[in-house]
């Protein structure tokens, strides 16, 4: 079949909306109408080249909410007209990973994944001939794409595609992160650093946990009323400040020793001195620092090994910890019940031929999240 995508043609230039063909799903995959998409900030670390895993040309997008028009030979978990949204992080509930209880990071389709391919080893994408690449499993940058069933987590068919599509990713990392890898108590302070679209939901995730204290950082001065939107109490902009570490550290103090530190930080943004930040103003002896942003090819974090031996740990999170085809429709269902908030960060809804301006105001730091709605 034919179907509109917004196609990556090479790093650094903008995305090209083209009509691409399209073969139908094989052996236990699904075809899905995409509906809507988010636009995340990996897309644009895609984009920009600084992913070594990036490949070109390729059709990003890993955001998405849709409904399921086919189904190949002996897919057995949803059927027709299911409403789906794509897990860039499978659950296959049979590999060692997602045996092990341990982790969400499944195993069973990541390395042909990590290729821009299908479980197979061939893309379903291709124009004039020419292969174009998957990416993250998802490609939801096309109005329709190809998953593996064990791809997919189905939803609950009332939910409007153009906000839980953001559960495909931004909301899912964000609370995900709180509750499944930090496991934040009731009354913990917390710093977090980078408000965006994952940070503002790491905020109201800390805030369903009950946390007392929220932080959050950003040198984006209007990041803070966002912030203060969600459940955050302090605002710092490291612009306005001499030392960051410091300013928390000192905002944190407490008890008969006085000595300051967050129980739980989270890296939001990506930059690898950040992250060292968050690590240092973690609380000594308990203190955890999670690192949610993704750094470019090459970057490495740095600290004293002395941060670690009083007792602080560093820990990362991708989807939030979450086994997606278990938790992603309990988090479709909290939305419904109105426990968590997505509209009010959905500041921007694009049509597939605007895509880019989803990007440039990502760029200007004007949007938390733009949505594609096909
Ligand atoms: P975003 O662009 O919406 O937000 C980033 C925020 O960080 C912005 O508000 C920006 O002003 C702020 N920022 C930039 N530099 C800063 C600094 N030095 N100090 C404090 N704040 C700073 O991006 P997003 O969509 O929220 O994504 C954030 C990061 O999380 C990205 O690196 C993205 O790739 C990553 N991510 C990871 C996962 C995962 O599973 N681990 C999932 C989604 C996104
Ligand atoms: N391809 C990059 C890694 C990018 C990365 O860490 N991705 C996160 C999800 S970001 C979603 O917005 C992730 O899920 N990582 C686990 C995994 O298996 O990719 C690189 O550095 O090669
Ligand atoms: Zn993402």
């Given at each position: 079949?034919?179907?509109r995508a917004a196609?990556?043609?090479?790093?650094?230039?903008?995305l090209?909306i083209?009509?691409?063909?399209?073969?139908?799903?094989?052996?236990?995959?699904?075809?899905?109408e995409v509906k809507a998409t988010g636009i995340c900030h990996?897309d644009e670390?895609?984009?920009?080249?600084?992913?070594?895993?990036?490949?070109?040309?390729?059709?990003l997008g890993h955001e998405g909410a849709g409904v399921?028009?086919?189904?190949?030979?002996?897919?057995?978990?949803?059927?027709?007209?299911?409403h789906?949204i794509p897990?860039?992080?499978?659950?296959?509930?049979?590999?060692?990973?997602?045996?092990?209880?341990?982790?969400?990071?499944?195993?069973?389709?990541?390395?042909?994944?990590?290729?821009?391919?299908?479980?197979?080893?061939?893309?379903?994408?291709?124009?004039?001939?020419?292969?174009?690449?998957?990416?993250?499993?998802?490609?939801t940058f096309s109005n329709?794409?190809?998953?593996?069933?064990?791809?997919?987590?189905?939803?609950?068919?009332?939910a409007p595609f153009d906000t839980i599509c953001y559960i495909g990713c931004g909301v899912?990392?964000?609370?995900?992160?709180?509750?499944?890898?930090?496991?934040?108590?009731?009354?913990?302070?917390?710093?977090?650093?980078?408000?965006g679209g994952?940070?503002l939901n790491?905020?109201?995730?800390?805030?369903?946990?009950?946390?007392?204290?929220?932080?959050?950082?950003?040198?984006?001065?209007?990041?803070?009323?966002w912030?203060?939107k969600?459940?955050?109490?302090?605002?710092?902009?490291?612009?306005?400040?001499?030392?960051?570490?410091?300013?928390?550290?000192?905002?944190?103090?407490?008890?008969?020793?006085?000595?300051?530190?967050?129980?739980?930080?989270?890296?939001?943004?990506?930059?690898?001195?950040?992250?060292?930040?968050?690590?240092?103003?973690?609380?000594?002896?308990?203190?955890?620092?999670?690192?949610?942003?993704?750094?470019?090819?090459?970057?490495?974090?740095?600290?004293?090994?002395?941060?670690?031996?009083?007792?602080?740990?560093?820990?990362?999170?991708?989807?939030?910890?979450?086994?997606?085809?278990?938790?992603?429709?309990?988090?479709v269902?909290?939305y419904?019940?109105?426990?968590?908030q997505i509209d009010p960060m959905i500041t921007h809804k694009l049509s597939l031929d605007e895509i880019n301006k989803g990007f440039d105001l990502m760029h200007a730091g004007e949007s938390i999240r733009s949505v594609v709605v096909y």
């Open positions: 079949m034919k179907t196609v990556a043609t090479a790093a650094g230039k903008p090209e083209m009509e691409v063909d399209l073969e139908g799903p094989r052996e236990g995959e699904v075809l899905v990996t670390f895609t984009l920009s080249g600084a992913d070594p895993e990036g490949l070109f040309p390729a059709i399921v028009v086919d189904v190949g030979p002996g897919v057995t978990s949803v059927k027709k007209g299911d789906v897990l860039y992080t499978p659950e296959c509930r049979q590999c060692p990973s997602c045996l092990s209880r341990k982790t969400n990071l499944c195993t069973a389709i990541r390395s042909t994944q990590g290729q821009g391919l299908m479980p197979d080893g061939s893309s379903r994408f291709s124009i004039g001939g020419e292969k174009l690449f998957h990416y993250m499993g998802c490609s329709f794409t190809v998953l593996p069933e064990i791809a997919v987590a189905k939803v609950n068919p009332d899912t990392t964000g609370i995900g992160a709180v509750i499944n890898t930090a496991k934040v108590e009731i009354g913990s302070t917390a710093a977090v650093f980078g408000l994952i940070g790491v905020i109201q995730g800390l805030r369903l946990a009950g946390a007392d204290m929220i932080i959050g950082v950003d040198i984006n001065d209007d990041k803070k009323e912030g203060e969600f459940g955050m109490t302090h605002f710092v902009n490291p612009k306005n400040c001499e030392n960051v570490v410091a300013e928390i550290v000192n905002l944190t103090k407490r008890g008969a020793d006085q000595i300051g530190g967050a129980d739980y930080t989270f890296d939001c943004t990506g930059n690898v001195k950040v992250m060292r930040q968050a690590l240092e103003c973690a609380h000594r002896g308990w203190g955890e620092s999670i690192i949610i942003g993704v750094a470019g090819a090459g970057q490495e974090i740095a600290t004293r090994p002395f941060q670690l031996v009083t007792g602080r740990t560093w820990k990362g999170t991708a989807f939030g910890g979450a086994r997606g085809r278990t938790d992603v429709p309990k988090i269902d909290w419904m019940e109105g426990k968590i």
